[in-house]
T-cell receptor, first 112, second 112 residues
Framework: NAGVTQTPKFRVLKTGQSMTLLCAQD?????MYWYRQDPGMGLRLIHY???????AKGEVPDGYNVSRLKKQNFLLGLESAAPSQTSVYFC???????????FGQGTRLTVV | ELKVEQNPLFLSMQEGKNYTIYCNYS?????LYWYRQDPGKSLESLFV?????AVKQEGRLMASLDTKARLSTLHITAAVHDLSATYFC????????????FGTGTRLTIIP
């Protein structure tokens, strides 16, 4: 089983460039999340989705946009990258009904 | 807004000793998760706790949930080096859109 797959795994951007991170899950989960992890900060929720076509802001949404056009995919966009967005990004999906959230392998993004 | 606090943030233990990590949360919830993260890796699910009084054990780790006190504990028995990692608890609220909120993490180092 693939589980949760993030693309790409690594990326270096110049300030002002844009990019999209893709998260794909094959577990038919309703909930999907994007987190960022910085040293000493734990995981902070950027945006999340409770089903196809829905999105909601998390704790640190500024500078990011998301879309959930298909149930299995959750896209995270950076329109104009800033050095403060240098981080490791994790996607997760959650089917509820007593199961845990499953995480992708992470995307290490550096903005120079 | 749901707040999740863990303590301690850092913990150095000698092999063979016992210790407990605490996770407090600020709103009504009957769904709590524990995750483990090794350096440079993604998050691995350890336990899912879904009701008051739930207790789960796996090897040298045991997790419990007290929903009335809004407290979960992760107990480590006779620590071994392989348990060195960062441990996170995560909670979903019983109200609203139930986004998954993480604690700040506890970095555990087992010293020979």
């Amino acid at each position: 089983n693939a589980g949760v797959t993030q693309t790409p795994k690594f990326r270096v951007l110049k300030t002002g460039q844009s990019m999209t991170l893709l998260c794909a899950q094959d577990m038919n989960h309703e909930y999907m999340y994007w987190y960022r992890q910085d040293p000493g900060m734990g995981l902070r929720l950027i945006h999340y989705s409770v089903g196809e076509g829905t999105t909601a802001k998390g704790e640190v949404p500024d500078g990011y946009n998301v879309s959930r056009l298909k149930k299995q995919n959750f896209l995270l966009g950076l329109e104009s990258a800033a050095p403060s967005q240098t981080s490791v990004y994790f996607c997760a999906s959650d089917g509820r009904r007593g199961s845990e959230a499953f995480f992708g392998q992470g995307t290490r993004l550096t903005v120079v | 807004e749901l707040k999740v606090e863990q303590n301690p943030l850092f913990l150095s233990m000698q092999e063979g000793k016992n210790y407990t990590i605490y996770c407090n949360y600020s709103t009504t919830s009957d769904r709590l998760y524990w995750y483990r993260q090794d350096p440079g890796k993604s998050l691995e699910s350890l336990f899912v706790l879904l009701s008051n009084g739930a207790v789960k054990q796996e090897g040298r780790l045991m997790a419990s949930l007290d929903t009335k006190a809004r407290l979960s504990t992760l107990h480590i028995t006779a620590a071994v080096h392989d348990l060195s990692a960062t441990y996170f608890c995560a909670v979903t609220s019983n109200f609203g859109n139930e986004k998954l909120t993480f604690g700040t993490g506890t970095r555990l180092t087992i010293i020979p």
